[in-house]
């Protein structure tokens, strides 16, 4: 994780992240509701999504220990 911020959007709590290519992803506190409040940049993750797009909607996220 190279950035990682959060909002709120409706009262949804979604995280956007960028990685090291500069690769733009949104996720959705519901993907990982005990994880995703504790990333920090430097964390290594793996990622699953449907399909690429300027910003990337991932539907399953794991931190890499």
Do not use: R
Not at 1 to 28: H, L
Request: glycine content about 4%; overall charge neutral.
């Amino acid at each position: 994780i190279k950035t990682i911020t959060n909002a709120i959007i409706d009262g949804n709590t979604y995280y956007y992240i960028e990685d090291e290519e500069n690769k733009k992803y949104k996720v959705s506190i519901k993907a990982d509701k005990n994880n995703l409040p504790f990333l920090q940049i430097g964390d290594k993750v793996i990622i699953k999504y449907n399909k690429e797009t300027d910003i990337t909607t991932i539907k399953e996220i794991e931190l890499i220990k």
